[in-house]
């Protein structure tokens, strides 16, 4: 039973990175934490076709990231971050490992900082 919530969550792991990884997708995003839009809203910085703009609005609402309600005519695209935390809680994970690697490499440049401030004071 655990391999299937796994898989079920890696599944959608990879839809949000997925959505994440287009850099208009993001963008979307980053206007719609402003508050819903309509797809003609969203076109327009972007200078696409409400048809182009309506692929990436397929993608971020199959990756869970975005919902699309009918409002009369219109069918405004509102923020659901949930699913981001996905990502965060994944990335998370390697907080740790860059934390130390940057400690490390801080070490490392304090060591050659104090060795060549020790041959300049001996020139």
């Given at each position: 039973?655990?391999?299937?919530?796994y898989?079920?969550?890696?599944s959608?792991?990879?839809?949000?990175?997925?959505?994440?990884a287009?850099?208009?997708?993001?963008?979307?995003?980053?206007?719609l934490?402003?508050?819903?839009?309509?797809?003609?809203e969203?076109?327009?910085?972007?200078h696409?076709?409400?048809?182009?703009v309506?692929?990436?609005?397929?993608?971020?609402?199959?990756?869970?990231?975005?919902e699309r309600?009918?409002d009369?005519?219109r069918r405004?695209?509102?923020?659901?971050?949930e699913?981001?935390?996905?990502a965060v809680d994944?990335?998370?994970?390697?907080?740790?490992?860059?934390e130390t690697?940057?400690?490390?490499?801080?070490?490392?440049?304090?060591?050659?900082?104090?060795?060549?401030?020790?041959?300049?004071?001996?020139?």
């Open positions: 039973m655990e391999q299937i919530s898989a079920n969550s890696e959608s792991l990879d839809a949000v990175f997925t959505a994440l287009n850099p208009t997708r993001r963008a979307i995003l980053s206007r934490a402003n508050g819903e839009a309509s797809v003609n969203l076109a327009k910085p972007f696409m076709s409400q048809p182009a309506s692929k990436h609005l397929k993608v971020l609402e199959r990756a869970g990231l975005i309600e009918v009369e005519q405004p695209a509102k923020l659901k971050a699913k981001m935390a996905l994944w990335l998370t994970d390697f907080k740790a490992f860059w690697s940057l400690d490390q490499l801080d070490d490392v440049l304090m060591t050659m900082k104090r060795t060549t401030e020790k041959e300049t004071d001996h020139d």
